[in-house]
């Protein structure tokens, strides 16, 4: 019987965790999910990859109860099961950690775990057995935490062990976790590694969702690759290669590797930051005196744990928070404290972490994103009041086409995007005004392998047009691999900066947790 396995002493056990059998799942316009099979084992970890759009997320958020299948089957623990909602899926012992984590800031880590599920003494609230309960998961699974800290206080890392505690504390012998690593640094990672080598250990089954191939092979025991929303393969991670599976992704071979190559160049900054200084949204200072040049044909790499002054610095060049002193510089001109459209009009572009958030407005078309910020341009514009909507359009398909852009029509609602065209369009938009300037936030962030290999040759061929990048990033591979310089920032100041071919991971991470740096 499948899934059952026999004890020495001749007892039948249950092996299996979860069954799905031909799943199917349509969306207007899209079938997400094409009768997907996938089984799951206690004991184990299994990673789920693919591009964007190839319907990890969707299949995983139908066994959670989000979304329900317009075909076939779930078994859990082999009960034939219809998971109508997430209460069901807690209740079957199925939990999962969003790549977005769902937690109030402002309650304590203990609130947010027990919230719903808070134990009594009684008619009264015992916060007591609350604490003591989550310290013994604490304990038990290695997940590092203090129980009454506010959310609010934690780095990401910490925020991702509240969300999965938050399962646990629910009971959830089933895990899924989507995308955990997307906002993690280095040293976090690898404590997540760990936490999950822990729960595999304990009997826990474990769904880990990544568009990282070397991370699912360093924690996966099984790997099922998905495209265009079929299984194309499920293989014992000992068989996989990095090669193999990126193949299988995306059907043809993938470059893992850029190497920028030597560029002719007398060196003119373009970009110079000097002396900043710029508090965050509760007045604390963020930035503290943070001087940086880059470079023509140079691409300055910006690497450190999340949390380390690394958001408000970005968002004082490119306009949307103002320093409290320093200057910022683009050419020959002092722009501290420029509007974002003014900025732009003298060649500085920005590729925002969060492309949802700041960098697309979703219920717009992909014409109306591709002119945001160049509404008023005479292309586009019929005097002060009317839109040229035509050739908005011509010039929002000529992105299209020019950037690889998978979208139905330019007048299709950006949200209907996979996260990876998205991305492509906003680059579409910012590269394609000719700048000067391009400031890239975790420009990869949540992309799969060939939208990565993308991403990296349109920020190297920036800088052979003799553009100034600045990319700031948490992958150290990325920053090591794209940047002539690395900076690191640790505590709102920049504690080190490397040249590329000086630059080790050790010194980096060192660098990033507080450690001494270089100057370069």
């Not at 920005?350 to 697309?360: A, S, V």
């Not at 514009?381 to 009317?386: E, Q, V």
Request: charged share 25%; net charge neutral; aromatic share 4%.
């Amino acid at each position: 019987m499948p899934g059952v396995e026999e004890t020495p002493g001749g007892a039948r056990r249950i092996s299996q965790a979860v069954r799905m059998e031909g799943i199917v799942k349509r969306f207007p316009g899209v079938l997400a999910n094409a009768g997907i099979d996938f089984s799951l084992d206690f004991g184990e970890a299994h990673g789920l990859l693919g591009e964007n759009g190839a319907g990890k997320t969707v299949l995983m958020s139908i066994l959670y109860g989000l979304y329900q299948p317009d075909g076939g089957r779930i078994f859990v623990r082999g009960t034939p099961t219809r998971i109508g909602s997430p209460a069901v899926a807690i209740r079957l012992g199925i939990g999962m950690v969003h790549q977005h984590f769902m937690l109030v800031p402002r309650l304590t880590v203990a609130e947010n775990i027990a919230v719903g599920w808070e134990p009594t003494r009684g008619p009264l609230f015992d916060r007591r057995a609350m604490v003591r309960r989550i310290e013994v998961l604490v304990k038990q699974y290695g997940l590092e935490v203090d129980p009454t800290a506010r959310v609010e206080e934690l780095a990401v890392g910490e925020q991702q062990r509240v969300e999965i505690l938050k399962a646990l504390y629910r009971g959830a012998e089933v895990l899924i976790l989507d995308e955990p690593t997307a906002v993690l640094a280095e040293q976090e990672t690898e404590a997540l590694f760990a936490a999950v080598r822990v729960l595999k250990e304990q009997g826990k089954a474990v769904v880990f969702i990544t568009h990282k191939l070397d991370e699912a092979l360093a924690v996966c025991d099984r790997i099922t690759v998905l495209r265009k929303g079929k299984n194309v393969g499920t293989l014992p991670a000992r068989q996989a290669t990095p090669a193999r599976l990126a193949e299988l992704m995306v059907g043809r071979e993938v470059v893992f590797q850029v190497r920028p190559e030597p560029v002719e160049s007398e060196g003119h900054p373009l970009l110079a930051v000097e002396g900043l200084v710029v508090t965050d949204d509760r007045g604390v200072q963020a930035v503290r005196g943070v001087s940086l040049v880059v470079h023509d044909h140079e691409i300055l790499g910006i690497a450190g744990v999340q949390g380390n002054g690394q958001k408000e610095l970005v968002e004082a060049i490119c306009g949307l928070r103002q320093p409290q002193a320093g200057h910022v510089s683009v050419g020959e001109r002092d722009l501290t404290g420029a509007s974002p459209r003014k900025l732009a009009r003298a060649g500085l572009v920005h590729i925002p972490e969060d492309r949802q958030q700041r960098g697309l407005i979703l219920p717009f078309t992909v014409a109306e994103n591709a002119v945001l910020g160049q509404e008023c341009d005479p292309r586009f514009a019929i005097g002060p009041w009317a839109q040229a909507r035509r050739n908005i359009a011509r010039y929002a398909q000529e992105l299209v086409e020019r950037f690889s852009i998978a979208a139905p029509s330019v007048r299709t609602p950006v949200q209907a995007l996979s996260g990876g065209n998205q991305q492509r369009l906003i680059l579409a938009r910012e590269l394609g005004r000719g700048p000067r300037v391009v400031v890239a936030v975790q420009p990869t962030r949540g992309l799969d392998v060939a939208g990565m290999e993308f991403v990296w040759n349109q920020l190297l061929a920036m800088r052979r047009q003799g553009c100034a990048v600045l990319l700031v990033s948490m992958d150290l591979d990325e920053v090591m691999m794209l940047a002539d310089r690395v900076a690191v920032m640790y505590k709102g100041a920049v504690v080190g900066v490397w040249r590329r071919e000086e630059a080790t991971k050790h010194d980096l991470g060192l660098a990033m947790l507080g450690g001494k740096g270089a100057v370069a």
